[in-house]
């Protein structure tokens, strides 16, 4: 009885060592490599140029540190800036910050009146080679091969007169223009 249970304990494993290299069975198989190519971001930027921009109150030029705005001024500020927009299907829009206009002195009432008040009529004004829109956002799309190119950026701030319930509320208020900030964001699809 031993050479049958010796028999059989072998046999089962021969039958277990089979099945257990049924998955080593060849398959075919075969590769080849595809065209390939290499690829390149493009690029967006916007940079202010050396010129320091002019400032002008309702059409003649100005020294802005040295002006009193009073209701029913309008100013304006006129810079040439680099805008890149590089990329074959890139889209972006050139704006103003909402941060471009701040009170001097954000716990004084007149000061934040002011901002508020400048801030609200604040608009930008954009033209170049590849700026589209009438705002208060332009689209910036490539001009052809030009990588970068230069754009007049003009904001124009008006101090409204006669406003309702206000307009003195913002007597000897002060703002901080020197942060003037354009922006350049991708539109998304």
């Known amino acids: 009885m031993k050479k049958i249970v010796k028999a059989s304990i072998a046999t089962s494993a021969g039958v277990i060592l089979l099945l257990g290299g049924a998955g080593t069975f060849a398959t075919w198989n075969s590769s080849a490599t595809a ?3 290499s690829i390149v971001a493009g690029n967006l930027v916007v940079e202010a140029s050396q010129d320091a921009g002019a400032w002008a109150a309702n059409g003649s030029p100005i020294s802005i540190a040295d002006y009193r705005i009073v209701p029913g001024d309008v100013l304006t500020y006129t810079k040439t800036m680099k805008v890149g927009a590089e990329g074959d299907s890139l889209r972006a829009t050139l704006a103003l910050t909402d941060s471009s206009i ?6 004084k009432p007149a000061d934040v009146a002011l901002a508020s008040y400048l801030t609200d009529s604040a608009v930008l004004t954009a033209s170049g080679a590849g700026i589209t829109g ?3 956002t332009f689209t910036v799309t490539p001009a052809g091969e030009v990588v970068s ?4 950026v003009t904001v124009t701030i008006a101090f409204p007169a006669g406003v309702v319930g206000g ?5 000897n208020g002060a703002v901080t223009l ?4 354009v922006s350049l964001t991708q539109n998304t699809k």
């Open 102 to 107: 701040t009170p001097a002195d954000a716990t």
């Open 167 to 171: 307009d003195n509320d913002a007597m």
């Open 134 to 136: 009438t705002g208060p």
């Open 178 to 181: 020197d942060e003037l900030t």
């Open 149 to 152: 190119q230069d754009v007049t």
């Open 35 to 37: 065209q390939g190519a």
